[in-house]
């Protein structure tokens, strides 16, 4: 069993940062693909970046790229989403998930434990 808790989500005016973090326990999870996803309100979950287990790939949307990173710290078990330059339109629950068998997916399917969700919400 795997627990995955994400955080750091909050209340932030447009232009703004934050970063998200994401821990995963139980098993060894060093060799973890991680993926960041995010629901807005009546909408489906869309994938918003993923990273390898060994940080050497990262896979960002379109809709945020240039400005979200994704990064890990495995030495901490630690993964993180740094999000700059906030827009309304990022308002959403964010979600990490991680993947035991370390794929690297946009498919929201392709991954085995999801954290309970962290809210970000952009004011304008």
């Known amino acids: 069993q795997v627990h995955v808790v994400d955080s750091g989500g909050g209340l932030v005016q447009a232009g703004g940062s934050l970063r998200l973090s994401c821990t995963a326990s139980?098993?060894?999870?060093?060799?973890?693909?991680v993926g960041w996803f995010r629901q807005g309100p009546g909408q489906g979950r869309e994938f918003v970046a993923s990273i390898s287990w060994n940080g050497d790939s990262t896979d960002v949307a379109d809709s945020v790229k240039g400005r979200f990173t994704i990064s890990r710290d495995n030495a901490k078990n630690m993964a993180y989403l740094q999000m700059n330059s906030l827009k309304p339109e990022d308002t959403a629950t964010y979600y990490c998930a991680v993947s035991i068998y370390g794929k690297q997916t946009t498919n929201p399917v392709s991954y085995d434990y999801w954290g309970q969700g962290t809210q970000v919400t952009v004011s304008s």
């Open positions: 139980g098993r060894s999870p060093v060799n973890y693909g």
